[in-house]
T-cell receptor
């Protein structure tokens, strides 16, 4: 099946700085990538859908200016957390939908803002 | 809007025993897919099993099987011969589809059930 490679797996940053998370499709071309946020022992919440060559679609309540999504090529989607604050600390996961088979997920990024 | 409900926040089972995780959903759609995903301590999401709503036959994958009750909007997961490696958080998920199977909706997750398998 499809493989989604997500980096970094863990990142610690200072409050006020920006962090970029990358998701790469290794053996397929992804026109769409989904970005989720997950707090400990909670469910995955969809943040936004990135679309290759066009603007991302954000879910209600998600700050577009804080969570910048770029999908400049068919193999790379990025999520940048701008001016990060401790409340942005969370687990971020990207995923790709394989037709009706289901979703393939990246390994996730644990972001800690200090 | 679709909703998925998992009413068991935590479950535990002895190794080699059988456990059933519950899931109910609410939708007005007729075409959709249901999934169970597993998230072990590594936090990598892994597809356990999928079910097409138009199929009456319950899906099975080795030790994992589902009890799909479309009229009751219920989709439970049975794990037989539980193993220590089954310890994980399990998510029930729902995805709509058009009649032709060419367009799909977003994946909606339940709250999750933390399953612990004891030796």
């Amino acid at each position: 099946g499809a493989v989604v490679s997500q980096h970094p797996s863990r990142v610690i940053c200072k409050s006020g700085t920006s962090v970029k998370i990358e998701c790469r499709s290794l053996d397929f071309q992804a026109t769409t990538m989904f970005w989720y946020r997950q707090f400990p022992k909670q469910s995955l919440m969809l943040m936004a859908t990135s679309n290759e060559g066009s603007k991302a679609t954000y879910e209600q309540g998600v700050e577009k200016d804080k969570f910048l999504i770029n999908h400049a090529s068919l193999t790379l989607s990025t999520l940048t957390v701008t001016s990060a604050h401790p409340e942005d600390s969370s687990f971020y996961i990207c995923s790709h939908r394989e037709s009706n088979y289901g979703y393939t997920f990246g390994s996730g990024t644990r972001l800690t803002v200090v | 809007a679709q909703t998925v409900t998992q009413s068991q926040p935590e479950m535990s089972v002895q190794e080699a025993e059988t456990v059933t995780l519950s899931c109910t959903y609410d939708t007005s759609e007729n075409n959709y897919y249901l999934f169970w995903y597993k998230q072990p301590p590594s936090r990598q999401m892994i597809l356990v099993i999928r079910q097409e709503a138009y199929k009456q036959q319950n899906a099975t994958e080795n030790r994992f099987s589902v009890n799909f009750q479309k009229a009751a909007k219920s989709f439970s997961l049975k794990i037989s011969d539980s193993q220590l490696g089954d310890t994980a958080m399990y998510f029930c998920a729902f995805m709509t589809a058009n009649a032709g199977g060419t367009s799909y909706g977003k994946l909606t997750f339940g709250q999750g059930t933390i399953l612990t398998v004891h030796p």
